[in-house]
C-alpha cells in the first residue's frame, strides 16, 4: 500500500469526507517526453555524411561530407532559414561517403573526418565556437592493409577530446573499433575494444556527460561466412562510472536481422534528454525499398549498461540514406535539434508541459484488475489465463467551451497518447490531500451534450496493459536457455514498449533464477508475450506511476490495511464467499526425462481431482519443472476465496494488497484477503454525489 500522510490517512476513515479530485496532463510519449518536432528548413539535393553540435554559445555548428569535400556552417539564429543551408567549402579532403564527426564543450569544437585514402583521423580545432577552424592534426593512421569508415568524437571530463573509430580491412575480412584520446594537447596512441572482430561497421554514435562512461552505439554487419548480417550494437567505453576506466563492455546487440534478408541498419545518432534517445537508418533494399530513419529511446527507469531500449519507430520519412543527427544542449535555448545534410528539425523541451484541473473534474471511473474468464455467472480463474486491464474514463465540465479545441493554445498537452495522473483524495486540515491513480494515458475523446444543455469532454484512459498490447513483436525475439531468467525477458519485452519493470523486493526466486527458452514470434502483441513469460514464475505485476512491479503472492504475507471495526476503513456494502480453484494438481512436463508437479491435497479431497498438464520444453531440470507447478498451484489457491467491498476510496490501496476485513454482518472477523481488482467510481453530475471504490477480494 502506498504510504499517506497522518492527515489524508485519518480522513479517509471516517464515515462521512469531503472528496478532493486533481487531474494533470502531461506532454509525454508513454512515461517520457514527447517531442513534437517542427521542420526549420528543406532544400533539394542528395543526402550525404552529417554531423552537428550546439555549442555552449547556443550556435548550432554543422560539418557535412560532400562528395569528398568537408563543408561546415555555423548556424546563431535558429529561426534563420538562409544560415540552415549556407555552407562554407574547407577545401579539406575526406573519403566519400564516410562518417565525418563533431565534439564541442566550452567556445571549444573539434570536427572528425577520415582522408581520401580511408586510413587516417584527422582532426581540426575551433576555439571560438566553431566560427573558423585551425589546421588539421592526424590523430591515428591505420595499417597500409587498414581502413576507417566510422568516426566519432566526444570529449572527457578533463575538457580534452577523444576519438572513438573503426579500422577495418579494405577486402572486407574484419573490423574493430578503437578509442584514442587527447592528454595536455597531445594525442596518443589508439588502442583496440579487444573484441571479437566482426565485418563492418557503418556509422557509429557516442555520448557522455560529467556523470556518464561513453555509450556509445554502433551499426554494421556481423562476421559470417556465407551471410555477413546487418546489426545494431550497444557498447560502452568505461569511465569508472558503470564500467572501469579504460575499459569496454561486451557489446549488446539491440537490433538483428536475419541471413539473407534484404534489411540492415546504419548511421546511428544519440544523446541523452530526460532518457537517452537514438536515431538509426533501417533500409529496405527489396521491393518498395526505402532509407528510413527510426527512433529508439531507453526505457524509463532503465540504465544504458543494460540496454533496454523500446522498438524503434519511423521517425521523419524516408530517403535519408546517411541518417539523422540529433543535437541538445542543456540549458541552452529550450530546442532539441535534428537533422541530415539538406533538412532540420526542432523540438521545444521547454515551456507549456502540464496542464492541471480540479474544478472542472465532474465524473470519472477508474479500472485496476486482473480478471478471469466468465461461466455461467462465476468467475473461473485458471491460473496462468487470467488477464490483467487498467483503464479510465474521465468527464471534464466544457459549459464555458474553453476545451472545444484540444491539442491547442493553453490546453496544447491534451492531445492523444498524452499522459495523464488522476489525483484522488480528500480534503484534510491541511487542504486537498491526494494520491495519484497509476498513470494513464488519453487514447480517446468525445465532446458531449446531454439532455439538460450540459457540455463535457469526456476522456477515454488506457494504462501501461495497453500500450503493451497495441503494439506486436516486429521481428522474432530469441532467448536460448540458461541466457536470461524470466524477470530479464519480460524486462526487455516491456522496453519494447518504454515501460520499466522492477523486482521490488516481493519477487519470487524461481523469476529472478529460471532461465528458459523462450521465443517471441513476429506479430505476437507484447502484453500476451510478458503474461507468456511471466507464467514460467509464480509472480503478478502491478503498476505504480509508471514502472511495474513483480510480485509473489505469498500466503504467510501481513496485512497493509484494515476495513471494517472500531476505528477503521467503514465498510459500506460487503460479500464474501469460498470458491473451488480450477486446478488442484499441476504436472509440466518437458521431455520425456523431466517432470514436476504441485498437488493440493486439501482441494482433492474436497471437490475431486482437477489435474492440469503443462508441456514446457523451455525448462532444463526437474527442479525447473516443479517450481513452475508448485507456482502454478499458488495461482489457483489464490482464487480459493473471492469477495467485494464497496467504501469510501482509500486512496493509497493497492493491487495485491492484503487487507483485514471484518464485517459482522456477514459473520467476517479479522479476515485476510488479498486485493486482486480496484475499481473507483467519482460522480457529481447529479445528485447525490457518488464517491465509491469497489476492491474485489481473492485468498491472500
Given at each position: 500500500?502506498?504510504?499517506?500522510t497522518?492527515?489524508l ?6 464515515p462521512r ?5 486533481q487531474?494533470?496532463?502531461?506532454d509525454?510519449l508513454?512515461?517520457?517526453l ?7 528548413y ?6 550525404m555524411p552529417?554531423a552537428?553540435?550546439?555549442a ?13 569535400n ?6 546563431t539564429?535558429p529561426t ?5 543551408n549556407?555552407w ?23 570536427m572528425f573526418?577520415i ?9 581540426h ?8 577552424f ?9 595499417g597500409t592493409l ?5 568516426v ?7 575538457g580534452?577530446?577523444?576519438?572513438f573509430?573503426?579500422?577495418g580491412d ?12 587527447r592528454?595536455s594537447g ?6 583496440s575494444w579487444g ?6 561497421v557503418?556509422?557509429l ?7 556518464t ?6 551499426a554494421?554487419q556481423d562476421?559470417?561466412?556465407v ?7 550497444s557498447?560502452?567505453?568505461?569511465d569508472?562510472?558503470d564500467q572501469?576506466?579504460?575499459t569496454?563492455?561486451?557489446p549488446?546487440?539491440l ?6 534478408t534484404?534489411?540492415?541498419?546504419s548511421?546511428?545518432?544519440?544523446m541523452r534528454?530526460d532518457v537517452?534517445r537514438?536515431l538509426?537508418?533501417c533500409s ?8 528510413r530513419v527510426h527512433r529508439?529511446?531507453?526505457a524509463?527507469?532503465?540504465t544504458?549498461m ?17 541518417g539523422?543527427?540529433?543535437?541538445y ?6 530546442y ?15 515551456g ?6 480540479t474544478?472542472r ?14 461461466a455461467?455467472?462465476?468467475?473461473i ?11 479510465g474514463?474521465?468527464w471534464?465540465?466544457?459549459?464555458d467551451g ?6 491547442s ?5 491534451m492531445?492523444r497518447?498524452?499522459q495523464?495522473l488522476?489525483?484522488r ?10 494520491s495519484?491513480?497509476p498513470?494513464?494515458?488519453l487514447?480517446d475523446?468525445?465532446?458531449?451534450a ?6 463535457y469532454?469526456v ?9 503493451l498490447?497495441?503494439m506486436t513483436?516486429?521481428r522474432?525475439?530469441?532467448w536460448?536457455p ?10 526487455h519485452?516491456m ?9 521490488g523486493?516481493?519477487?519470487s ?5 529460471l532461465k528458459p527458452w ?6 505476437e ?11 514460467k514464475a ?5 503498476f ?13 504475507e501481513?496485512s497493509d ?19 473451488s ?7 509440466v ?7 514436476g508437479d ?5 482441494e482433492?479431497?474436497?471437490?475431486g481431482?482437477r489435474?492440469?498438464k503443462?508441456f ?14 508448485e507456482g ?16 469510501l ?10 487487507v ?8 467476517i472477523?479479522?479476515e485476510?484477503y ?6 473507483e467510481v ?7 454525489m457518488?464517491f ?7 485468498a491472500?
Amino acid at each position: 500500500m502506498k504510504s499517506l500522510t497522518s492527515t489524508l490517512l485519518a480522513e479517509q476513515k471516517k464515515p462521512r469526507a469531503k472528496p478532493y479530485v486533481q487531474v494533470r496532463f502531461y506532454d509525454r510519449l508513454g512515461p517520457d517526453l514527447r517531442l513534437t518536432w517542427s521542420q526549420v528548413y528543406s532544400v533539394g539535393g542528395s543526402e550525404m555524411p552529417h554531423a552537428m553540435v550546439v555549442a555552449a554559445d547556443d550556435s548550432i555548428v554543422r560539418v557535412r561530407n560532400n562528395a569528398g569535400n568537408v563543408e561546415r556552417q555555423r548556424i546563431t539564429d535558429p529561426t534563420n532559414e538562409s544560415q540552415w543551408n549556407s555552407w562554407t567549402d574547407t577545401t579539406w579532403d575526406c573519403k566519400a561517403g564516410f562518417q565525418v564527426s563533431l565534439a564541442t564543450t566550452g567556445a571549444y569544437v573539434w570536427m572528425f573526418y577520415i582522408s581520401p585514402d580511408g586510413r587516417i583521423v584527422k582532426c581540426h580545432e575551433s576555439s571560438n565556437y566553431g566560427a573558423t577552424f585551425g589546421g588539421y592534426v592526424n590523430v591515428h593512421t591505420c595499417g597500409t592493409l587498414s581502413g576507417s569508415e566510422s568516426v566519432a568524437g566526444e570529449v572527457q571530463n578533463n575538457g580534452e577530446p577523444i576519438v572513438f573509430f573503426s579500422c577495418g580491412d579494405p577486402a572486407g575480412l574484419q573490423t574493430d573499433l578503437y578509442v584514442c584520446k587527447r592528454t595536455s594537447g597531445v594525442w596518443g596512441s589508439a588502442s583496440s575494444w579487444g573484441k571479437t572482430s566482426i565485418h563492418r561497421v557503418k556509422g557509429l554514435a557516442v555520448y557522455k556527460s560529467s556523470s556518464t562512461d561513453y555509450n556509445i552505439l554502433y551499426a554494421g554487419q556481423d562476421a559470417g561466412v556465407v551471410w555477413y548480417v546487418w546489426n545494431f550494437w550497444s557498447i560502452c567505453y568505461g569511465d569508472g562510472v558503470d564500467q572501469a576506466a579504460g575499459t569496454w563492455s561486451d557489446p549488446v546487440k539491440l537490433e538483428v536481422t536475419d541471413e539473407g534478408t534484404q534489411y540492415e541498419y546504419s548511421w546511428p545518432s544519440l544523446m541523452r534528454l530526460d532518457v537517452y534517445r537514438a536515431l538509426v537508418v533501417c533500409s529496405y533494399s527489396g521491393t518498395n525499398s526505402y532509407d528510413r530513419v527510426h527512433r529508439m529511446r531507453i526505457a524509463s527507469g532503465s540504465t544504458y549498461m543494460t540496454s533496454n531500449w523500446t522498438d524503434p519507430a519511423p521517425f521523419q520519412g524516408d530517403d535519408r540514406p546517411y541518417g539523422v543527427c540529433l543535437a541538445y544542449r542543456s540549458g541552452g535555448d529550450g530546442y532539441v535539434y535534428a537533422a541530415c545534410s539538406h533538412r532540420a528539425w526542432r523540438a521545444p523541451v521547454a515551456g507549456l508541459s502540464s496542464v492541471t484541473f480540479t474544478d472542472r473534474v465532474k465524473k470519472y471511473r477508474l479500472v485496476d484488475r486482473w480478471t478471469g474468464h466468465k461461466a455461467g455467472g462465476m468467475a473461473i480463474d485458471m491460473g496462468d489465463l487470467i488477464a490483467p486491464e487498467m483503464y479510465g474514463e474521465l468527464w471534464l465540465d466544457n459549459s464555458d467551451g474553453e476545451l472545444n479545441s484540444l491539442g491547442s493554445g493553453d490546453y496544447e498537452v491534451m492531445k492523444r497518447g498524452s499522459q495523464v495522473l488522476v489525483g484522488r483524495g480528500y480534503v484534510t486540515s491541511e487542504g486537498g490531500e491526494y494520491s495519484n491513480w497509476p498513470y494513464l494515458w488519453l487514447e480517446d475523446y468525445e465532446h458531449v451534450a446531454d439532455f439538460q444543455g450540459r457540455s463535457y469532454v469526456v476522456l477515454y484512459l488506457v494504462g501501461p496493459w495497453m500500450l503493451l498490447s497495441s503494439m506486436t513483436a516486429r521481428r522474432q525475439y530469441y532467448w536460448e536457455p540458461g541466457s536470461e531468467s524470466v524477470f530479464e525477458i519480460s524486462e526487455h519485452l516491456m522496453a519494447l514498449a518504454g515501460l520499466d519493470l522492477v523486482g521490488g523486493g516481493e519477487q519470487s526466486s524461481e523469476v529472478g533464477t529460471l532461465k528458459p527458452w523462450f521465443v517471441v514470434y513476429p506479430g505476437e502483441d507484447l502484453r500476451g508475450a510478458v503474461l507468456r513469460a511471466l507464467s514460467k514464475a509464480p509472480d503478478f505485476v502491478f503498476f505504480s506511476a509508471a514502472t511495474g512491479y513483480l510480485k509473489e503472492l505469498a500466503d504467510d504475507e501481513a496485512s497493509d490495511y484494515s476495513y471494517g471495526g472500531a476505528g477503521e476503513h467503514v465498510i459500506i456494502s460487503g460479500r464474501y464467499g469460498v470458491r473451488s480453484p480450477g486446478y488442484n494438481h499441476i504436472e509440466v512436463f518437458a521431455g520425456i526425462d523431466l517432470f514436476g508437479d504441485g498437488v493440493e491435497m486439501g482441494e482433492i479431497s474436497l471437490i475431486g481431482h482437477r489435474l492440469q498438464k503443462i508441456f514446457d520444453y523451455g525448462y532444463t531440470s526437474d527442479a525447473q519443472c516443479a517450481a513452475r507447478a508448485e507456482g502454478q498451484v499458488r495461482k489457483h489457491l489464490a482464487t480459493s476465496r473471492r469477495g467485494e467491498l464497496v467504501t469510501l476510496p482509500n486512496v493509497g490501496l493497492q493491487l495485491f494488497d492484503v487487507v483485514t476485513v471484518t464485517d459482522g454482518r456477514c459473520g467476517i472477523s479479522s479476515e485476510l484477503y488479498r486485493v486482486r481488482g480496484i475499481e473507483e467510481v467519482y460522480d457529481t453530475t447529479k445528485p447525490p454525489m457518488v464517491f465509491r471504490q469497489t476492491v474485489t477480494l481473492g485468498a491472500r
